[in-house]
């Protein structure tokens, strides 16, 4: 019994630790997934946290993972691990057999999982914790009480540093269809042999006092402004798909309406795009470090673009002086988000493929970068 005991120890607190790692390299992928279910069951109050409870639960999951191999603590560790798989479940569980998530970001984006694999996943450290919420009176620390507390005190200081440094500076290990060395247009377009999804695009209006959903083929017939209240409109499954592009819905469109996606990622030239999602602070060297990057890329004639989901009218407000040697184009904030994990955030493009990206933070090694450019022409 012991050695099972010790065995499924082992399991559990490598798992937690890896899983929590894997996280660790993305807090804000968990914290858009975490969106996801909000916004599903109707708590999009609570999308302003939802970074904190990411950072939080990661870091939670690293420490616990780490209290078990050591043996620290076991009647409070096998509560909370029982407490968190529990939740855990239940989220791989809705995810499954509601059909509204796709998946719950349990490995993070390196490592994909369905949603029935989560469950599964989860259905079996339930039972491995089961076992040692069972058997906690008899698990005996493996270190002493100092070098117990040293191991978690170092591994409370790396999960909260380590997480805060992706945040910063982009995560260590990209694992987003916008990676280095990715061709954007050839990551839109689905895998040879596939079926897409069939989707039609519902709408969902307001009246008298109810709400009613409809799609563009049926508008009800008494329909008109006065009476019906728009609330939103989303894509409706009809019928699921073997496979989808892992970028979906990038378009870059001018402050006109004109859609410029494809005419701008089949150029054959350096293309600079500044990433800028909702809104932005001029805090720090980051805009001055920036518009030497933009002077250097102006004598090189590297055109910039500032994609962005901001109104132009609020955009121009306050903003610092290099934004004006960007052309703005509009971008789903959705797409924002996914493409650049940094407000703002630097691309480096040629015929659509990122040859290299840079958080705010990072734009001296932008600079770098840019200076070795050669100049892509007469800038015509």
């Known amino acids: 019994m012991r050695i099972l005991l010790n065995i499924t120890r082992i399991i559990v607190g490598v798992l937690f630790i890896f899983s929590g790692l894997v996280k660790a390299n993305d807090p804000l992928g968990l914290s858009y997934k975490m969106q996801e279910f909000f916004e599903v069951w109707g708590w999009s109050f609570l999308d302003n946290y939802t970074l904190t409870f990411s950072v939080a639960m990661i870091a939670f999951e690293i420490i616990a993972g780490v209290a078990v191999l050591v043996g620290w603590q076991m009647k409070l560790f096998s509560w909370l691990l029982l407490l968190l798989i529990v939740f855990f479940t239940f989220l791989t569980g809705y995810a499954l057999f509601s059909g509204k998530i796709r998946e719950c970001g349990c490995f993070g984006d390196c490592i994909p999982l369905t949603a029935d694999q989560s469950f599964m996943k989860d259905l079996l450290l339930l039972v491995l914790i089961s076992f040692i919420f069972w058997q906690q009176n008899k698990i005996k620390p493996a270190l002493n009480k100092t070098f117990s507390l040293t191991a978690l005190f170092f591994t409370v200081i790396f999960s909260f540093a380590f997480q805060w440094f992706v945040l910063v500076h982009l995560p260590v290990k990209d694992c987003l269809p916008y990676k280095i060395g990715n061709n954007i247009i050839e990551k839109m377009q689905a895998p ?84 800028l999602k909702n809104g932005y602070t001029t805090t720090g060297e980051w805009p001055a470090k920036l518009d030497m990057v933009m002077r250097i890329a102006d004598k090189k004639h590297i055109k910039g673009y500032l994609v962005t989901n901001v109104a132009m009218e609020t955009l121009r407000q306050n903003a610092p002086d290099v934004f004006y040697a960007f052309m703005p184009l509009r971008c789903d904030a959705t797409a924002i988000k996914t493409a650049a994990r940094t407000n703002p955030a630097l691309f480096l493009i040629k015929k659509g493929t990122i040859l290299n990206k840079w958080s705010y933070a990072d734009l001296e090694q932008a600079l770098l970068v840019v200076n070795n450019l050669e100049a892509t022409g007469s800038g015509q």
């Not at 009800?220 to 728009?230: E, I, L, R, S, V």
């Not at 009809?238 to 970028?247: E, F, Y």
């Open 192 to 275: 040879p042999g596939s079926i897409p999804d069939s989707t039609v695009i519902s709408f969902v209006y307001e009246k008298a006092g109810k709400q009613v959903e409809f799609t563009a083929d049926n508008f009800p017939a008494d329909y008109d402004d006065a009476t019906y209240k728009f609330v939103k409109r989303y894509d409706k499954l009809v019928r699921k798909g073997n496979a989808s592009p892992a970028i979906k819905d990038f378009s870059l469109q001018t402050f006109f309406g004109n859609d410029t996606t494809q005419a701008l990622l089949n150029t054959d030239e350096y293309q600079l795009y500044l990433f």
